[in-house]
């Protein structure tokens, strides 16, 4: 079985398959009856035939049937009827069709989830009573299944057959059957997570009957565990139990049952298809009978279940359905190809070169001038696909415009297809409208079926007529329209239009030949086709044949069958005497066609269309032919104002008269006036000028589905202008009448999700409703594009005010329409999987390859050096952090030979220095894992590079190889093997925690040398680390373990642990118990794990049940700091790490708890702590272990005290990680250093580190960043009494130790600077930072001061490392150069007290410092601060072996500290890292006030629990700003992506890296000379302000001045002016907007507008910014500019003011006198009085009022008489002189 995602799986069924069928569920199977099925005398109760399995590991369940019987009770029971075979199985609806081959029925059943009462039926047969055989059959049927499944099938079993294969399967499969450790039979829950091939055997289908993947009786995990369950015969309990069924079928139809069936009729095809009006039909198939049957079926009202109709038969060989154009091909038995819509007959199908059944009877091939293309054969189906050895032949389109290429092409290549009786044999492999014809010599023919219309102007009217039309008439008109469009050498996509008109007019009982403007139609030289035939193309011979041709013609018989008899019952001989009476009369309409009574209807939807196109700015070439049909339909029915609408929208296109056809009085009557038809037209254009007036509008009526962007325009703009928020959630609209003929259930449904608006994201303004809004409904930038610039303003507008603060939190699609790219990819991105997806492409640079190959890889060749250079731009310190921290290159030796060194001792001496180097070298790993911390997304297909860990020197001058193996010095022994663990670790911390990575690819990588297992092992930690080791099986942690390979098992053991940081999860605690002795059972077996794998598991337990408070394991650790040596010397080498082990996990399982640990206040946990502090008498061991401390050790005898200098580190520790953070006083002055010498000479010094840390972080809210804090902690005796080192001679003193005091001074210093790094670890404090700094620079004094060796120099070393650590805890990450010196400088001491541990400190602090390459930081919370102290803890080993105070391993827990900080913004366009201005803000705390703080980014941030906002600050970037007090989901998931946040720049604007100073930006060249704005501004310089490639053509070819321009000088000016302030105001897109308008009115001034369209546009945006909401959001937002330039405004308003007032000066007003009286006027002045009308809102002349013009004596009369025609008073005073008849008119 394959699934989606590419995984297979193998399952083993009990049974043969007959026949699988995919559900939307899973899969459903067939068992297939085998020949000797139980005879009928037989007890058995029959098997279920037909199973369903829903994922590929769960079992096979039987499927339940639910029938209903005549009474109205349904029968719920397995489907066990061998004779029900299934037919056909479809997913939407979810239905099955099956055939009886007994009773030869088919029957449909709705495919569903079973319901818990009927699984509860079939399961206990209760409404039965319970009877005993029921019983006994449920049982049986599991019974027998389960008596497979142990392969003892009884002889009578059907299933003989299989159990042969059964058997072998067992023989592969038996230990697991036999064995069924509890865990394998969780294994199906396990392994649909892992890989799918897991264990294939242990589930073959045999017993997964055992293990049901239900849990619904309780009694399967008894029977799971039971320990008996493992022998063969002991399967009893599960006899019982039955398997619960999952899907159920559920009767829907079943055919009626004739007494003539047939035996076998099943049905060979089954489809669904639906007819061109959306109704569906499944029809099937009857090839025995020749039958096609087809049923309707439609969704119930309440959408719950299907109801079918009853069946049609359409007599067929083959049928297969057309998709696309909703019809269905079906071959008769005569071989003849029909087209159906539904169950209505389209016509023959006609494919040139196969000769029509009916000639190749008569005559064997057809002459070529037998006119083959008659009206009734649809479009020889373009594209004709021969068989594969044939001549593919060209389409046949364009060859049948041409009758010359005819003859040659058509009739001459095609004889392959003449072959004597070649028929259509059968039809296959339907796809959207092609289909694959199987000829019967074996060929195979591919055509396509031609649309219904390829036009859109066609698509859009067929489809509203369609919906105002019923069904049966609309059917009927599209067959019809479909047989004249799809006729042979159909036309082409222009005349498809008048094909369209044509048709349709006479449908509705027009005769387009006689009308004038249809008459001179072109259709390529044919006639009308509807009542023509076309002309047959010329030829020499014509043929009788042609005549019998059209007769027998589909046509002729459509004509006399459909549209007469069907709607007025005439016979044919009536029918044409009609015809001959119609051509007698003059232009009247035909009332007796199919549309003639919805004419009305018609006109209005089609008028509802025009309007709907005048919103699409590309259709404008369909709206003047549209217009045409219009306006003759109109004046037809008589409809002025419709008239005079359009005529105001195309004045040259409407003439005021024209050819009326009457309509006879008496037929109007016939004419069916929809309720929706209004005498005024709506106008689109009017609706919106009225709203932005502030006038109410009636309604505006729109088409579901077909007016959508009527519909979307409505809405916004009474949602934006008028500011009704209702109507976005509402369904219904004040707004709108939807306009229906009867409840369509398709559009309804639609229409409801349409709607829905989703309140999630935050909107706060109308602008950001209107957005959101239309990102909802599916509104894009390209529709918006398509709007004219007048309605598209107001969105615009809209657009511009989000874009300016948008919120963090809005989906994608509503980003990309307010233009913020940067923000939709943040959007797409934070959704997409995270494989290595774009985001990691964006920031890895490629490395150059020529300088890496020839060298060694150092293991840092995979950091993202583009990120890198940005944040440390100004110098190289990352390649000296690279050459610091590399550790795959020889090292230099660099000795001098003295005379008197024999060449033997200079060897000697060559190779010790070279000794003291490699103590260096082998501490590196660990820093350069920190350096490249996730920095690599490793290849599937590959091992991980690790980099060799190179011992070697060369010496120079000659570069000789020094090497250690000589065998002249001694080296110690496995002196590498920790180094090559820390050098695996770093390379498996390079992987990134987002790739991909698999069990398997893990296994992949072991090694093959065995030297090489300590890396692996290190390997395998790291991969714990970053959360990988999760996914490696068990088992093969299970072989690891099993190695006993000691450095594999503290790696694994750690990895795990980390892995599984605080979840308690039991596995991983079995695991670790069996390493820890005291976790065991005292009765078990001592099992012998080495020490430092005892450490391990001990910490292990730690982090696993980190801040868990977990009391058994609280108790257990607590007795193990201090375990006593044991008696045969076991558990006595060092003690130390172990002691400190178990105080560290104490403390981590009690994180933070403080005082509130519940529950364990009997265990005295400080109490008991502080006694291992500072030691005194041993308790009584308590507890189950007692018995292995009775006898003391024969070899340590430490008395019955504790031994301090073991418990001390591990419970100060332990004290310091439960009460951190909790200001305890109390246990804080337990910690704090003795104040007397006395009691100073009791404690180690290097303890008082440990203890001043411990108070400092328990009293953490006391730390202050200053050195005088720092010497608060020393006690006064120390202070007044050491030596302050720089003196030369010492104060004697008798009674002071002064060693002590100054070993205790420093210790106790650098323990307070520690807890300052803890305090302020990853914050970058300033004066936290200048405090350290100064105390470092202190002790490296003191290291050269001449006294040092009082105080030791080796005190002085570890001080200045903790200290240098605390620093780079300060500034981690953020590769500070002073840091960076102190390391350096210290990377070059090599010799005296520099050893292993020391090099490891420094160069850890060097790693941290440059944490992850700058990507990471360090966090302060608990859990970090408990990992940080396990892997900074201040004592380091002496040499590269030394875990006896700490385990090495444990440094690498670095990792679950650090967090990723860094914010990468990237430039959404060039796709590259950038700089940009963060203003970040900090929440108020005790310390400081909310304060605000700026911040170049790339940058890392501050923890994200300080922060309040983030911010992208302008100018150059647009500004965005993230929220944290919502949540810091969106930023904690940015930053785990690499940190990358997109960013856009403005227009005009450069980068901070083109341009540091902001000198060069557009808006600063252009402020010296202010005056001459669009003048100063060079189109040659736009390119460097912005990246659209539209401004940049734009600017290049019409703002460039060329030589002698004369007249274009200004409008070059006005074309720079405008582009520089689209680009300055950030309104790219209005540049379009402004030259639309600039051309309008150079056109109108010129007197040649020829559709007002423009000046429409013009007006609403001047309504619009004159409109009462504009003004009142300018003073919401003063700072906002205008939109539009507020100058450009006024001028264009002017000058059309002027335009018109001359030309009513120079006769204009005549003109517009005889419109309003209604008087014919001049044609050329036509154009001009519309666009006069439109602008000044003129009202139609059957509006004026009925009083008459001329009555008025005064303009107040006039005012008054006007008001209810809401005329502007501009426009009236200029229509005044002519309505009161003043000569002078009244311009203003």
Not at 1108 to 1135: F, K, N, Q, S, W
Not at 1397 to 1422: D, E, K, Q
């Amino acid at each position: 079985m394959h699934s989606i995602e590419g995984k297979d799986y193998i399952a083993s069924l009990p049974f043969q398959v007959a026949n699988v069928w995919p559900t939307k569920y899973g899969l459903l199977f067939e068992r297939s009856a085998s020949s000797h099925e139980v005879p009928p005398g037989s007890p058995r109760e029959p098997l279920p035939t037909m199973f369903s399995m829903l994922h590929p590991l769960d079992e096979i369940t039987p499927l339940v049937c639910k029938s209903g019987s005549l009474f109205g009770s349904s029968r719920v029971q397995y489907v066990v009827d061998h004779a029900m075979k299934i037919v056909f199985l479809n997913t939407d609806p979810s239905i099955v069709m099956t055939y009886d081959a007994v009773q030869n029925v088919h029957s449909v059943w709705t495919l569903r989830r079973v319901k818990s009462e009927e699984e509860n039926v079939v399961l206990k047969f209760s409404e039965q009573g319970g009877t005993p055989q029921n019983v006994a059959t449920s049982s049986s049927l599991t019974a027998h299944l389960r008596s497979l499944s142990k392969g003892d099938s009884p002889v009578t079993s059907p299933f003989q057959n299989y159990s042969s294969i059964h058997s072998q399967s067992r023989s592969t499969s038996s230990p697991s059957l036999h064995s069924r450790s509890p865990s394998i039979s969780n294994m199906a829950a396990l392994s649909r997570a892992h890989s799918p091939a897991l264990g294939v055997h242990s589930f073959s289908g045999v017993q997964r009957f055992n293990i049901s993947s239900h849990n619904q009786s309780p009694k399967r995990h008894s029977i799971s565990h039971s320990p008996n369950s493992n022998s063969n015969g002991s399967f009893l309990a599960p006899e019982t139990e039955p398997i619960v069924p999952e899907l159920c079928i559920d009767h829907l139809w079943t055919e009626t049952i004739t007494n003539i069936r047939e035996k076998n009729s099943q049905a060979s095809k089954v489809f669904i298809t639906s007819d061109l009006c959306g109704q569906k039909f499944l029809c099937f198939l009857v090839e025995s009978q020749l039958q096609l049957r087809c049923v309707k079926f439609q969704e119930s009202n309440d959408k719950t279940q299907l109801i079918f109709g009853s069946v049609t038969n359409i007599p067929a060989k083959d049928a297969a359905p057309v998709e696309k154009i909703d019809t269905m091909l079906v071959l008769e038995g005569s071989g003849n190809l029909v087209l159906y819509t539904g169950v209505v007959r389209v016509g023959k199908v006609f494919i040139p070169g196969l000769p029509a059944p009916s000639l190749t009877m008569s005559n064997t091939m057809p002459r070529p001038s037998t006119p083959l293309d008659g009206v009734s054969t649809p479009k020889p189906l373009s594209k004709l696909l021969g068989s594969l050895d044939e001549v593919v032949l060209l389409s046949p389109v364009p060859e049948l415009r041409d009758s010359s290429k005819l003859h040659d092409s058509l009739y001459n290549e095609d004889c392959t297809f003449q072959q004597l009786g070649t028929y259509i044999h059968s039809i296959r492999d339907p796809v959207h409208n092609r289909v694959t014809l199987e000829l019967s010599n074996g060929s195979m023919v591919r055509i396509t079926i031609p649309e219904i219309a390829t036009s859109e102007l066609v698509q859009t009217c067929l489809q509203a007529i369609k919906f105002i039309l019923p069904k049966e008439i609309a059917v009927q008109m599209l067959v019809k329209w479909y047989n004249v469009h799809s006729a042979p050498g159909g036309p082409s996509y222009h005349s498809e239009w008048n094909l369209f008109v044509t048709c349709l007019m006479n449908m509705m009982g027009y005769n387009t030949d006689r009308l004038a403007w249809t008459r001179n139609f072109d259709f390529e030289g044919s006639l009308s086709p509807v009542i023509a035939p076309k002309k047959a193309r010329p030829s020499e011979t014509g043929s009788d044949d042609d005549w019998e041709y059209l007769l027998n013609s589909d046509y002729h018989q459509n004509v006399e069958s459909h549209l007469l008899n069907r709607s007025l019952c005439l016979s044919p001989s009536e029918a044409s005497q009609m015809k001959d009476e119609d051509f007698s009369q003059n232009l009247s309409l035909d009332s007796s066609t199919l549309l003639f009574t919805h004419i009305p209807a018609i006109f209005f939807v089609l008028h509802l269309v025009y309007e709907e196109l005048k919103l699409n700015t590309l259709m404008g070439e369909g709206i003047c032919s549209l217009v045409e049909l219009l306006v003759q339909l109109a004046r037809d029915l008589k409809l002025g104002p419709y008239v005079d609408h359009y005529y105001r929208d195309y004045p040259t296109l409407v003439r005021t008269t024209g050819q009326v056809c009457t309509i006879d009085p008496g037929q109007t009557g016939f004419m069916h006036h929809p309720s929706f038809f209004t005498s005024e037209p709506p106008s689109i254009y009017q609706w919106v000028s009225s709203c932005l007036k502030g006038e109410g509008m009636p309604p505006y009526p729109y088409l579901p589905g077909i007016c959508e962007r009527s519909r979307l325009v409505v809405l916004s703009i009474a949602l934006y202008i008028l500011g009704d928020e209702s109507l976005v959630s509402d369904e219904s609209s004040q707004y709108l009448t939807r306009i229906t003929i009867a409840p369509q259930k398709l559009q309804v449904e639609q229409e409801e999700n349409r709607f829905s608006f989703r309140h999630s994201t935050s909107v706060s303004s109308l602008a950001e409703r209107l957005v959101v809004w239309m990102t909802n409904v599916g509104f894009t930038l390209r529709d918006l594009e398509t709007l004219p610039f007048g309605i598209a303003l107001p969105i615009r507008d809209a657009i511009y005010h989000c874009r300016e603060q948008p919120a963090s939190d809005w989906p994608e699609a509503v980003c990309l329409l307010i233009g913020r790219q940067d923000l939709s990819k943040q959007a797409c991105e934070g959704n997409l999987p995270k494989g290595k997806s774009s985001v990691t492409q964006v920031l890895s640079s490629d490395v150059p390859s020529g300088t890496e190959t020839e060298e060694e890889d150092d293991g840092m060749n995979d950091m993202n050096h583009e990120v890198m250079s940005l944040i440390w731009s100004e110098d190289l310190r990352v390649q000296d952090v690279r050459r610091l921290l590399q550790s795959a290159h020889p090292v230099r030796v660099n000795v001098v030979q003295y005379p008197e060194l024999s060449d033997h001792e200079f060897i000697e001496e060559k190779e010790n220095r070279l000794l003291q180097l490699c103590q260096r070298t082998m501490a590196l790993p660990v820093g350069r894992g920190m350096f490249t911390l996730f920095s690599y997304h490793p290849v599937p297909t590959e091992p991980l590079p690790i980099p060799k860990l190179n011992l070697t020197g060369r010496a120079p001058p000659r570069n000789t190889t020094v090497d250690l193996n000589s065998g002249n010095i001694d080296v110690p022994p496995n002196m590498t093997s920790w180094a090559s663990f820390h050098n695996g670790v770093a390379a498996g911390l390079k992987i990134a925690p987002a790739s991909q990575i698999d069990s398997a690819w893990i296994v992949y990588n072991k090694p093959k040398h065995a030297e090489l297992a300590n890396e692996y092992a290190g390997f395998l930690m790291a991969l714990g680390l970053n959360g990988h080791l999760t996914k490696l099986a068990t088992l093969n942690i299970h072989d690891y373990l099993t190695k006993g390979h000691e450095m594999t098992s503290i790696g694994l053991l750690l990895g795990v642990s980390a892995a599984k940081l605080g979840t308690m999860d039991m596995s991983i605690t079995r695991l670790l118990s069996i390493h820890i002795p005291a976790l065991l059972p005292p009765t078990s077996t001592e099992l012998d794990v080495p020490h430092n794998v005892q450490v391990a598991a001990v910490v292990g337990i730690g982090l696993v049940y980190q801040g868990t408070a977990h009391r058994h394991t609280a108790e257990v650790l607590l007795a193990e700091i201090g375990r006593p040596p044991g008696p045969e010397m076991e558990y006595c080498t060092d003690r130390e790490s172990y002691s400190l082990a178990a105080g560290l996990a104490l403390g981590m399982v009690c994180l933070g708890h403080g005082s509130n640990l519940i529950g364990m206040s009997d265990l005295n946990v400080p109490e008991q702590l502080y006694q291992y502090m500072v030691g005194g008498h041993r308790r009584f061991q308590t507890g189950m272990h007692r018995e292995k401390h009775k006898s003391p050790s024969y070899q340590i005898k430490e008395g019955d005290t504790i031994n301090v200098d073991v418990t001390c580190p591990g419970a100060t520790l332990a004290l310091a990680m439960i009460y951190l953070k909790t200001n305890n006083r109390s246990i804080a002055d337990w910690l704090r250093a003795p104040d007397t010498m006395y009691l100073l000479d009791f404690v180690k010094p290097e303890f008082l580190l440990l203890r001043t840390l411990a108070r400092c972080l328990i009293l953490w809210d006391d730390i202050l960043p200053n050195s005088k804090w720092v010497d608060s902690n020393v006690p006064q005796i120390i202070r007044e009494n050491s030596i302050s080192l720089s003196e030369i001679e010492l104060p004697c003193s008798e009674d002071l130790n002064l060693e002590t005091l100054s070993q205790a001074h420093v210790y106790i210093i650098a323990g307070a600077c520690l807890s300052l790094g803890f305090r302020f670890a990853g914050s970058e404090n300033l004066s936290a930072f200048n405090c350290l700094h100064k105390f470092a620079k202190d002790f490296m004094t003191y290291l050269s001061a001449p006294n040092a060796s009082v105080t030791g120099p080796h005190n002085l070393e570890t001080c200045l490392s903790v200290v240098l650590l605390s620093l780079a805890m300060v500034m981690a990450g953020s590769g500070n150069l002073k840091v960076l010196q102190l390391c350096r400088f210290l990377h070059m001491k090599t010799g005296g007290e520099m050893n292993y541990g020391f090099h490891l400190a420094h160069h850890m602090a060097l790693g941290l410092l440059f944490l992850g390459g700058g990507r990471y930081s360090l966090s302060t919370s608990n859990s970090s601060i408990a990992a940080l102290l396990c892997a900074l803890y201040p004592h380091f080993p002496a040499h590269s072996t030394d875990n006896r105070y700490h385990l090495q391993a444990l440094r690498h827990l670095y990792v679950l500290a650090a967090e990723p900080r860094l914010l990468v913004p990237v430039d959404v366009d060039t796709n590259t890292p950038c700089y940009a201005l963060l203003e970040v803000t900090y929440k108020g705390t005790q310390w400081y006030e909310q304060t605000k703080e700026e911040l170049m980014a790339p940058t890392l941030l501050p923890e994200l629990h300080l922060l309040k906002q983030i911010k992208v600050k302008g100018p150059r970037y647009w500004e965005l700003l993230i929220d944290l007090s919502k949540g810091t989901q969106h930023l904690k998931s940015i930053l785990s992506k690499d940190g990358v946040l997109y960013v856009k720049l403005r227009a005009g604007q450069l980068s901070y890296k083109e341009d540091p100073m902001g000198w060069q930006s557009l808006l600063a060249q252009t402020v010296a000379n202010r005056n001459s704005e669009a003048r100063a501004f060079k189109p040659e310089t736009i390119s460097a302000f912005t990246s659209d490639p539209a401004l940049l053509s734009f600017a290049e070819y019409f703002c460039k001045p060329t030589v002698n321009m004369g007249q274009k000088q200004e409008i070059l000016d006005l074309f720079s002016s405008v582009l520089y302030e689209c680009v300055t105001q950030e309104t790219p897109e209005m540049l379009p907007a402004y030259i639309a308008m600039d051309q309008a009115i150079r056109r109108l001034g010129r007197r040649e507008m020829s559709e007002t369209s423009e000046l429409w546009q013009i007006k609403l945006v001047l309504e619009f910014f004159s409109s009462r909401s504009h003004q009142e959001r300018l003073q919401n937002h003063p700072k906002r500019g205008l939109f539009m330039n507020s100058e450009f405004l006024p001028v264009v308003k002017c000058t059309i003011d002027n335009t018109l007032d001359q030309w009513l000066q120079v006769g204009g007003d005549m003109c517009v006198h005889a419109y309003l009286s209604g008087q014919p006027l001049e044609e050329s002045q036509l154009s001009m009085l519309a666009c006069f009308l439109v602008y000044h809102s003129v009202p139609a002349p059957q509006h004026l009022p009925p009083i008459g013009l001329e009555g008025s004596t005064s303009f107040a009369e006039l005012l008054f008489k006007f008001k209810q025609l809401k005329m502007p008073v501009r426009a009236l005073l200029r229509l005044a002189p002519l309505l009161l008849g003043n000569p002078q008119p009244m311009v203003m």
